[in-house]
């Protein structure tokens, strides 16, 4: 089917839905790189004045990605939920920006229909929304997980606190884990990127951080953000595995670059959970995408990079993560040149993440050669913190040092939490209050080399 808008005579003519998407997009990198973004502003307006008028209903009958070669695609469709889409099933994608920004459109209703939104149509309601839009219904959703605590209460903000080091140094990791805790951080996960995805060195660093988290009783979760195979190969052999990781994409084709499919997250999602571990929920997988992973790997089949992740998605949604995270900026300037697209595509990942019902937490974060800088991060974490993310990065100095970007530090959770009022995971604070790390008000304070965190040996 084919869509058409005119302006001051001149027509302008998109062949099929995927086109229109893609010139509805607002102005990024990585769609000028594959050749599919509006060639003028005035297209661009035109094709989000066509797609404002697209029922919704059209989604499910026009599909981007054909169904038989995609198994994402048939994952969208076959887990449609009909009922829950009901409700929004008569509306365009216009009309659909309006009943979401009306105040009648609140948490509750959102919570219902989220099953019945396609990535697609969040994804396209996206390209119509302001970032005060996309700001203003994400602050509606409430997304709530647990495993050992509670992570995406109103009025909540955690980290993953990122110990990540280019040698896998235990010393090195572990006085960055207790530095992290010292400032508050680690709620949402203690999750290290390891240098290596070797099995034996994974096996070390899950052990470390497990042994650590035993010795203080702190309630919160570790992650080891190894290969999906290789977290299934240490689980088989008794590693004490809380969260399985993943990056993921949002077509068959990407997940293949990754050397995953559906049916390894079956399999590894199954094995996850059988371990148990979590103390007062079963939330046990953690997730990471961004915008451009599809066009790197020569798999977008045409759409749109922000179409595309938002499809990832719905490979998060089966599986009841913990965590989702968008790592925005770090691809790079290829796909997001400069701080505003960061922004832009930051608002609209954690925007289309959470009407979908997905934890969502966002890497603000930007490489060595992008044009951006931390002035931009600050714009974008405030930002954030009142559109109600679940969760950022605390990285020492926000500069890691494994991976070599830019991203945020312990002290910019204290800065988001103290300004908006926020506090951390409720079992996590109370932890934080017994410690003498913070007081009974949220505020840090000063602790002394008598701490048990820095005199109990675990550096030495």
Same mark, same amino acid.
């Given at each position: 089917m084919s869509y058409q808008f005119t302006i001051?005579?001149?027509?302008?003519?998109?062949?099929?839905?995927?086109t229109l998407l893609a010139k509805a997009s607002p102005y990024r990198t990585g769609d000028v790189l594959a050749g599919i973004c509006a060639e003028t502003y005035q297209e661009r307006v035109a094709a989000q004045i066509a797609l404002a008028d697209v029922p919704l209903k059209t989604f499910l009958s026009e599909i981007l990605i054909p169904y038989e070669k995609d198994e994402i695609t048939r994952l969208i469709i076959d887990g449609h939920d009909i009922a829950a889409f009901n409700s929004i099933?008569?509306?365009?994608?216009?009309?659909?920006?309006?009943?979401?920004?009306?105040?009648?459109?609140?948490?509750?209703?959102?919570?219902?229909?989220?099953?019945?939104?396609?990535?697609?149509?969040?994804? #396209? /309601?996206?390209? *119509?929304?302001?970032?005060? +839009?996309?700001?203003?219904?994400?602050?509606?959703?409430?997304?709530?997980t647990s495993f050992r605590n509670t992570i995406g209460l109103k009025g909540r903000f955690s980290t993953r606190l990122q110990p990540n080091h280019p040698t896998d140094d235990p010393k090195g990791i572990a006085a960055s884990v207790i530095g992290g805790l010292l400032y508050g951080s680690g709620d949402a996960v203690i999750g290290?990127?390891?240098?290596?995805?070797?099995?034996? #060195? /994974?096996?070390? *660093?899950?052990?470390?951080? +497990?042994?650590?988290?035993?010795?203080?009783?702190?309630?919160t979760q570790s992650c080891v953000l190894s290969h999906i195979t290789t977290t299934l190969e240490l689980i088989n052999k008794g590693a004490p595995v809380d969260l399985c990781f993943q990056s993921i994409g949002g077509t068959e084709l990407s997940n293949s670059s990754f050397g995953i499919n559906l049916a390894l997250l079956d399999e590894a999602y199954d094995a996850t959970l059988s371990l148990n571990r979590g103390t007062i929920g079963k939330n046990v997988m953690y997730f990471e995408t961004g915008q451009g992973s599809e066009l790197s790997a020569n798999a977008h089949?045409?759409?749109?990079?922000?179409?595309?992740?938002?499809?990832?998605?719905?490979?998060?949604?089966?599986?009841?993560?913990?965590?989702?995270n968008s790592v925005v900026g770090f691809i790079g300037p290829e796909y997001l040149y400069d701080g505003k697209q960061i922004t832009r595509a930051a608002l609209e990942d954690h925007f289309c993440g959470k009407l979908l019902g997905l934890p969502m937490g966002v890497d603000i974060c930007y490489t060595n050669h992008a044009e951006a800088d931390q002035d931009d991060m600050d714009n974008l974490l405030t930002l954030l913190g009142v559109a109600g993310c679940n969760f950022i990065m605390g990285i020492p100095g926000s500069d890691d040092i494994m991976l070599n970007y830019q991203s945020t530090s312990f002290h910019d959770a204290l800065y988001l939490r103290k300004v908006l009022g926020l506090r951390p995971a409720p079992e996590f604070e109370q932890w934080l209050i017994k410690q003498g790390i913070i007081d009974g008000n949220g505020q840090l304070l000063q602790v002394g080399a008598s701490h048990k965190l820095l005199s109990g040996g675990f550096l030495t």
């Amino acid at each position: 089917m084919s869509y058409q808008f005119t302006i001051r005579d001149i027509v302008y003519r998109f062949d099929d839905l995927r086109t229109l998407l893609a010139k509805a997009s607002p102005y990024r990198t990585g769609d000028v790189l594959a050749g599919i973004c509006a060639e003028t502003y005035q297209e661009r307006v035109a094709a989000q004045i066509a797609l404002a008028d697209v029922p919704l209903k059209t989604f499910l009958s026009e599909i981007l990605i054909p169904y038989e070669k995609d198994e994402i695609t048939r994952l969208i469709i076959d887990g449609h939920d009909i009922a829950a889409f009901n409700s929004i099933s008569s509306l365009t994608v216009g009309e659909f920006r309006d009943w979401l920004l009306k105040d009648e459109t609140d948490t509750a209703v959102l919570k219902d229909i989220a099953a019945g939104i396609t990535p697609e149509m969040a994804a #396209a /309601v996206s390209k *119509l929304m302001r970032n005060q +839009d996309l700001i203003a219904v994400a602050k509606k959703c409430e997304v709530i997980t647990s495993f050992r605590n509670t992570i995406g209460l109103k009025g909540r903000f955690s980290t993953r606190l990122q110990p990540n080091h280019p040698t896998d140094d235990p010393k090195g990791i572990a006085a960055s884990v207790i530095g992290g805790l010292l400032y508050g951080s680690g709620d949402a996960v203690i999750g290290i990127n390891p240098a290596t995805d070797s099995p034996t #060195a /994974v096996m070390s *660093l899950l052990h470390l951080v +497990d042994t650590l988290r035993n010795q203080f009783d702190i309630p919160t979760q570790s992650c080891v953000l190894s290969h999906i195979t290789t977290t299934l190969e240490l689980i088989n052999k008794g590693a004490p595995v809380d969260l399985c990781f993943q990056s993921i994409g949002g077509t068959e084709l990407s997940n293949s670059s990754f050397g995953i499919n559906l049916a390894l997250l079956d399999e590894a999602y199954d094995a996850t959970l059988s371990l148990n571990r979590g103390t007062i929920g079963k939330n046990v997988m953690y997730f990471e995408t961004g915008q451009g992973s599809e066009l790197s790997a020569n798999a977008h089949h045409g759409v749109d990079q922000q179409t595309c992740e938002v499809r990832a998605y719905a490979v998060a949604r089966k599986y009841k993560p913990l965590l989702v995270n968008s790592v925005v900026g770090f691809i790079g300037p290829e796909y997001l040149y400069d701080g505003k697209q960061i922004t832009r595509a930051a608002l609209e990942d954690h925007f289309c993440g959470k009407l979908l019902g997905l934890p969502m937490g966002v890497d603000i974060c930007y490489t060595n050669h992008a044009e951006a800088d931390q002035d931009d991060m600050d714009n974008l974490l405030t930002l954030l913190g009142v559109a109600g993310c679940n969760f950022i990065m605390g990285i020492p100095g926000s500069d890691d040092i494994m991976l070599n970007y830019q991203s945020t530090s312990f002290h910019d959770a204290l800065y988001l939490r103290k300004v908006l009022g926020l506090r951390p995971a409720p079992e996590f604070e109370q932890w934080l209050i017994k410690q003498g790390i913070i007081d009974g008000n949220g505020q840090l304070l000063q602790v002394g080399a008598s701490h048990k965190l820095l005199s109990g040996g675990f550096l030495t």
